[in-house]
């Protein structure tokens, strides 16, 4: 089956200490895009990426790195610059160009980062 | 810029009683717009979508949504509630007319359907 899998669904980090969320699509996907989930709060942009080698920032980038080398895959790297990582990670991606434009995301199920 | 807006956080319906999620929207060309559920510590799934045509679109579950362009309004409704729905959910919207490829997503609201 095609789908979104995210790994692990628990991290913990410490203080000072980079970590990074594994993220990887079968489903043919140009664009992938990194959310992150408070309560109350929604989904909130973090990261996007169109093409493979080419992303761009979201509303909430700063304290996060990504990478875009292969178009399977789109990790997210939680910096020691995060203050407040605490939050549920979610990728998703989706089809672009052409008319498939208008299609929704498909997601993962997410992974829960707290700090020790 | 876009943004949407969820006014409730919490609904609450009779099983077997209809039920409507609001959801409100701006943005500064026509709208793309989306409704997706999440169930506790899962991915958001996608239950349906408006794009352009018919103002009422029928989606997954028995969910249904009417587009209101006056009113700036993309409601889900469904006639008749069942338990197995009581879950979190998120009304998005794209702008096709801006750059931004990523969709903008309101705040959540739960539905709670008592038996």
């Known amino acids: 089956d095609g789908g979104i899998t995210q790994s692990p669904k628990y991290l913990f980090r410490k203080e000072g200490q980079n970590v990074t969320l594994s993220c990887e699509q079968n489903?043919?996907?140009?664009?992938m895009y990194w959310y992150r989930q408070d309560p109350g709060q929604g989904l909130r942009l973090i990261y996007y990426s169109q093409i493979v080698n080419d992303f761009q920032k979201g509303d909430i980038a700063e304290g996060y790195s990504v990478s875009r080398e292969k178009k399977e895959s789109f990790p997210l790297t939680v910096t020691s610059a995060q203050k407040n990582p605490t939050a549920f990670y979610l990728c998703?991606?989706?089809?672009?160009?052409?008319?498939?434009?208008?299609?929704?995301?498909?997601f993962g199920d997410g992974t829960r980062l707290s700090i020790l | 810029a876009q943004s949407v807006a969820q006014p409730e956080d919490q609904v609450n319906v009779a099983e077997g009683n209809p039920l409507t999620v609001k959801c409100t929207y701006s943005?500064?060309?026509?709208?793309?717009l989306f409704w997706y559920v999440q169930y506790p510590n899962r991915g958001l799934q996608f239950l349906l979508k408006?794009?352009?045509?018919?103002?009422l679109v029928k989606g997954s579950y028995g969910f249904e949504a009417e587009f209101n362009k006056s009113q700036t309004s993309f409601h889900l409704k469904k006639p008749s509630a069942l338990v197995s729905d009581s879950a979190l959910y998120f009304c998005a919207v794209r702008d096709p007319d801006t750059g931004r490829r990523a969709l903008t997503f309101g705040s959540g609201t739960r539905l709670q359907v008592q038996p």
């Open positions: 998703a991606s989706s089809p672009r160009g052409g008319g498939v434009d208008n299609q929704p995301q498909h």
């Open positions: 489903l043919n996907h140009d664009a």
């Open positions: 408006y794009i352009t045509g018919d103002n």
């Open positions: 943005v500064s060309g026509n709208p793309y």
